[in-house]
C-alpha cells in the first residue's frame, strides 16, 4: 500500500508542479506561458467526454491498435521462429527483413494510402508494420538463446519436431517474445496516432491535430493525456498477460526497508559460517596429506 501511495504521490506533484509553473507563466528558458493550467485542460477533458465525438474517435483508435498489434504478434511471433530456426528461411527472409527493419513505419503513409483503397486499412497497416519487427527481433534472438539440451533431451524420449515447438521452443521464449511486444505496443501507439493526423478523419491523434490547428491548446492536451493513459492501459495489459503465462519464472522479490535483526546477524554471520568451514576443510585436507607423505616415506623405506 505504501507504494501506491508514494506513486499517486509523484503523479500529484508532478501535476501540481505543472499548475504552478503555468499559473505564474514562468518564462525562463522554458516558456510556460504559452500552456495551459491544469484547471483549464481538466475543464476542456470534461467537455469532451460529455460529447459523442471522443468516445467514438477512442473506439476507432482503439480497434486500429488492437487489429494492427494482434496480426503483428502473430505474424512476428511466427516469422522471428522460422528465421531463427532454418537455415533457409534466414537466406531468404534475413536480407528483405534487415532492408525494411530501419525504415520507420511512419515513412510509409504514402505507401499505405497508394496501396489500400480505404484509409483505415493503411492505417492498421502502419500499425502491424510498427509492432512487427520489434516482436520479430526479440523472438528471433529468444529462439536463438535456448539451450540446445534441452531440444536433445525432447529427441532422446523420441519427440518430433512440432513437439519440440510446442514444448521446447515457444515456452522457453516466452519472456524475450513478451519483452518484444511489450515494446511493439508502445511504438504502435506512436505510429497510430501519426497515422491518424495525417490520413485518418477520426480517432485521437484526428482530433488532436483538429485542435492543433484551431490553436485549442487545452484540447491538444486532452488528447495527449488520452494517448498517454490509454498505452499505459494497453501496456499493462500485455505485462500482465506475459506474468500470467510465464508463472514458472523466477521472480524477483523486494527486500522489506525493515527486516529482523535476527535475519540480519543470520546473513552477516554466512560468510563467517562459510570461511570457518572453509577453514577446516583445508586444515582437514592439509593433514590428510601429511598423513599420505608420512605413509609413502615409510612405504619408500620399507622397499630400501
Known amino acids: 500500500m505504501s507504494r501506491y501511495v508514494l506513486r499517486v504521490a509523484s503523479l500529484a506533484a508532478a501535476l501540481g508542479l505543472w499548475q504552478l509553473l503555468t499559473s505564474l507563466k514562468v518564462d525562463l528558458w522554458l516558456r510556460f506561458s504559452q500552456f495551459p493550467t491544469v484547471t483549464d485542460v481538466a475543464r476542456a477533458f470534461a467537455d469532451r467526454v460529455s460529447g459523442g465525438d471522443y468516445w467514438t474517435d477512442l473506439t476507432d483508435s482503439l480497434t486500429r491498435i488492437l487489429t494492427g498489434f494482434a496480426l503483428a504478434a502473430v505474424l512476428g511471433v511466427a516469422t522471428g521462429v522460422l528465421v531463427a530456426r532454418s537455415r533457409l528461411a534466414e537466406d531468404l527472409l534475413g536480407p528483405v527483413l534487415e532492408v525494411l527493419r530501419p525504415i520507420p513505419a ?4 504514402p505507401v499505405a494510402i497508394l496501396l489500400f483503397p480505404s484509409n483505415e486499412q ?5 500499425t502491424c508494420t510498427a509492432a512487427f519487427f520489434p516482436v520479430l527481433v526479440s523472438t528471433r534472438h529468444a529462439v536463438r538463446a535456448l539451450t540446445p539440451v534441452w531440444e536433445e533431451a525432447v529427441r532422446t524420449m523420441g519427440g518430433g519436431r512440432w513437439r519440440i515447438l510446442g514444448s521446447v521452443v515457444l515456452p522457453g521464449a516466452l519472456p524475450g517474445i ?3 511486444l511489450s515494446v511493439g505496443i508502445g511504438v504502435s501507439w ?3 496516432i501519426s497515422a ?4 485518418g478523419q477520426y480517432g485521437v491523434g484526428y482530433r488532436t491535430w483538429q485542435d ?4 485549442n491548446y487545452p484540447g491538444v492536451f486532452v488528447g495527449m493525456v488520452t494517448i ?3 498505452g499505459w492501459v494497453t501496456s499493462t495489459a500485455v505485462e500482465l498477460l506475459g506474468r500470467s503465462l510465464t508463472r514458472w519464472l523466477p521472480r524477483r522479490s ?3 526497508v525493515g527486516r529482523p535483526r535476527a535475519a540480519v546477524t543470520a546473513v552477516a554471520a554466512a560468510p563467517v559460517a562459510v570461511q570457518a568451514d572453509g577453514e577446516s576443510q583445508n586444515q582437514s585436507d592439509a593433514q590428510q596429506q601429511g598423513r599420505g607423505e608420512t605413509g609413502q616415506e615409510a612405504r619408500d623405506e620399507h622397499f630400501v
Open 122 to 126: 493503411g492505417i492498421v497497416f502502419i
Open 106 to 109: 511512419i515513412a510509409l503513409v
Open 212 to 215: 492543433y490547428t484551431v490553436v
Open 254 to 256: 523486494y527486500v522489506p
Open 196 to 199: 491518424e493526423m495525417i490520413s
Open 190 to 192: 506512436i505510429c497510430v
Open 228 to 230: 498517454g493513459v490509454l
Open 178 to 180: 513478451f519483452g518484444g
